[in-house]
């Protein structure tokens, strides 16, 4: 499907990694990286949310190549991505029923087909918000608070979300010193779609108790009973950018694709 639009959210001033959508990746932006794999998507628009004039200069180029491509200057008051999206939905009025998709920043190694099966996803089920996750295969990452889980029913509808190992595997984790892991866990990617008028009914909702202890802004819909599916992939995107090793890897990753 085509009919959505890919908004991508970058904040200049990010406290682990100063003008981070400026950082080189594969020797260009960060953003332009990510702005590339959205225009292989397809995408009928993608829309760079923006908040510092460099970075608007350092997409130029692409835009004036790239119709499909729109800058948009946001505010410095959002105080997340999802807020920036928003106030980017506002100022250029779309309608209620237009799909978003909302593709971080500094996620560089997404892929196209990561995009478009989210998209695809939103369209098809009944659900208010779509969502990836993958298997995890190592033991260490159950554990990782950076590295959040999700548990959904039969019908891959997210019942919840967390930073701590779920599903508990009561008699395996009780033993102390966790060998292997005796059922799936799926970590949760980072990348949602959405209709407008879900977001900004969501923005206008007080957070919720469990969005502010997990400090995960998805679990906000959860506790006000709407829905969000969640489609498996065999293959995740490789890290995004929160650090300076993380940059690191992620342009080691990219040298080694050449």
């Known amino acids: 499907m085509s ?16 003008g981070k959508p400026l950082a080189s990746v594969g020797g260009e932006p960060m953003i332009c990286q990510v702005c590339k794999k959205a225009l292989a998507s397809k995408a009928q628009a993608v829309i760079a949310c923006i908040d510092h004039e460099a970075v608007a200069q350092a997409l130029t180029p692409l835009a004036v190549a790239n119709p499909r491509l729109k800058v948009c200057m946001t505010s410095d008051k959002p105080r997340s991505g999802t ?9 250029e009025q779309y309608s ?3 799909i978003v ?5 500094d996620e560089p190694l997404i892929t196209p087909e990561h995009i478009d099966e ?8 009944h659900a208010d918000m779509s969502t990836l996750c993958s298997p995890i295969t190592e033991v260490a990452d159950v554990f990782d608070p950076n ?3 999700v548990v959904f029913n039969q019908d891959q509808m997210a019942l919840y979300f967390s930073r701590a ?3 508990y595997e009561r008699d395996n984790f009780m033993k102390g010193s966790v060998q292997q892991l005796e059922f799936t866990h799926y970590h949760h990617i980072g990348i949602y779609g959405y209709r407008v008028g879900t977001i900004l009914d969501y923005l206008q909702r007080a957070p919720a108790a469990i969005e502010q202890a997990e400090s995960l802004e998805q679990l906000r819909l959860l506790h006000y009973g709407m829905s ?5 992939t065999d293959r995740p995107p490789e890290c995004g950018v929160d650090t300076a090793a993380d940059l690191e890897r992620v342009n080691k990753i990219l040298a080694a694709q050449h």
């Open 118 to 125: 989210v998209a695809s996803l939103i369209a098809t089920k």
């Open 96 to 98: 209620a029923d237009t």
């Open 165 to 167: 190992p779920i599903p």
């Open 101 to 105: 998709v909302n593709v971080q920043g």
């Open 147 to 149: 590295c959040v889980k």
């Open 83 to 91: 807020e920036r999206i928003a106030e980017m939905l506002r100022n």
């Open 228 to 232: 969000i599916a969640v489609a498996i």
């Open 3 to 18: 009919d959505y639009i890919v908004a991508i959210p970058a904040r200049y001033a990010s406290t682990r990694l100063a």
